[in-house]
């Protein structure tokens, strides 16, 4: 599986934020984005997510022979954002079984998830409950119980301690050792073998 990205350019309320950006990422490589704040880091990964309309390029997606996939790049990925898109209200369970079916491809039970995330003990807690940081590693734990071989990130490990960036880090090798693509805009180093980068210039 190859991503490619050719001269994508995207818009926002008729205003140009980011244009130019080229790149091609293969199984098991990673994108590590940086830029100033106001850049344009989250555009382009919503961009790219197909959050956003692209005003040009292309974003692709190619199987090992070559031929391009029919369905939009979108149907792929997994995208954590600023936000961590849980209702307060329900309980961890309900949100982790609301997008696990909402994603399809099961891939690990919400109780083994949430064990990645060392957070069973909140499994039926309202999401509402938990510390910042918890709620983080509840949306990092989201990434777990669908299977999308792409997962494109905003600052994945905001408002997680050391120790949680550190389980978030081996989350991201893990999933790049077996294949998959990763897409990031952070500060903080992953300690990604085959990461490149990306440096969005904040435009005048």
């Not at 292309?58 to 029919?70: A, Q």
């Amino acid at each position: 599986m190859k991503l490619v990205v050719q001269n994508l350019a995207v818009s926002r309320s008729g205003q140009e934020i980011v244009a130019g950006i080229s790149f091609e990422l293969s199984a098991g490589e990673a994108l590590i984005v940086t830029g100033e704040n106001g850049s344009g880091k989250s555009t382009t990964l919503r961009g790219i997510a197909g959050l956003l309309p692209v005003a040009e390029g292309s974003v692709r997606l190619f199987d090992e022979t070559g031929k391009k996939f029919e369905e939009p790049v979108r149907e792929y990925c997994h995208y954590l954002g600023h936000q961590n898109a849980m209702k307060p209200a329900l309980t961890v369970r309900e949100n982790l079984d609301f997008w696990q079916k909402f994603m399809g491809e099961n891939l690990l039970d919400i109780e083994e998830a949430l064990e990645e995330v060392d957070l069973t003990h909140t499994i039926d807690l309202p999401f509402s409950y938990l510390s910042a940081g918890q709620k983080r590693r509840v949306a990092i734990a989201r990434l777990l119980v669908s299977d999308r071989p792409i997962w494109i990130l905003d600052e994945p490990t905001s408002g997680l301690d050391a120790q949680s960036v550190q389980m978030f880090s081996n989350l991201a090798k893990t999933f790049c050792d077996d294949g998959g693509i990763l897409i990031a805009a952070t500060h903080l180093p992953l300690g990604l073998e085959r990461a490149k980068n990306l440096e969005i210039e904040k435009s005048c």
